[in-house]
């Protein structure tokens, strides 16, 4: 099984500040014949589904700010957000979609500083 | 729009059964692999099971293989978890989530509680 590991665990951020956060997978998700890397982001607020924001490690989902932003390849991977708004207090979930069992990162809980 | 409706939770002693339903609308179910997710209270999300679209392949997560099936009606657009020896860590809110590149779509969840 691919392990994700996501850092920090939480994080406190100041309105309009950047937050960052890391997710390491345990081997490549990155396929070779598309290069293209299997990592899906989510955001997951409380009492609330998680919501899909970046697939492909770094596109973003319809609808999704532009503040939002993906990198990464091969292993390591991160979540940008460049300029915290309110509304992006939640628990940031990192995936890798490349191979059965499709696994989580353990989440990162974002908070204002 | 995209509609996913679980149902079928509730409280249920170790050892018992449930079925978890998820109504699908908006969409061509049928074109769609569908998964469930759950996720324990203040835990982490945790992949459970897969179906591909017309049924015919599916995978589980070690934890729940040989207990729960994964199953599918595509004319009813309808996606099933059939629970069985139900354990105690096997309580969450249970997500029926459709698959596009990353899992795009999420229902509400349905929880299920074993306890005694």
């Known amino acids: 099984d691919i392990v994700m590991t996501q850092s920090p665990d939480s994080l406190a951020v100041s309105l309009g500040e950047r937050a960052t956060i890391n997710c390491k997978s345990s081997?490549?998700?990155?396929?070779?014949?598309?290069?293209?890397?299997?990592i899906a982001w989510y955001q997951q607020k409380p009492g609330q589904p998680p919501k899909l924001l970046i697939n492909w490690a770094s596109t973003r989902e319809s609808g999704v700010p532009d503040r939002f932003s993906g990198s990464g390849s091969g292993t390591d991977f991160t979540l940008t957000i460049s300029s915290l708004q309110a509304e992006d207090v939640a628990v940031y979930y990192c995936?890798?979609?490349?191979?059965?069992?499709?696994?989580f990162g353990q989440g990162t809980k974002l908070e204002i500083k | 729009e995209v509609q996913l409706v679980e149902s079928g939770g509730g409280l249920v002693q170790p050892g018992g059964s449930l079925r978890l339903s998820c109504a699908a609308s908006g969409f061509t179910f049928r074109s769609y692999w569908m998964h469930w997710v759950r996720q324990a209270p203040g835990k982490g999300l945790v992949w459970v099971s897969r179906i591909n679209s017309d049924g015919s392949s599916t995978s589980y997560a070690d934890s729940v293989k040989g207990r729960f099936t994964i199953s599918r009606d595509n004319a009813e657009n309808t996606l099933y978890l059939q629970m069985n020896s139900l354990r105690a860590e096997d309580t969450a809110v249970y997500y029926c989530?459709?698959?596009?590149?990353?899992?795009?779509?999420w229902g509400q969840g349905t929880l299920v509680t074993v306890s005694s």
């Open positions: 995936q890798q979609y490349y191979s059965n069992p499709y696994t």
């Open positions: 989530v459709r698959a596009a590149a990353g899992f795009d779509y």
């Open positions: 081997q490549s998700v990155l396929y070779s014949s598309n290069n293209k890397n299997y």
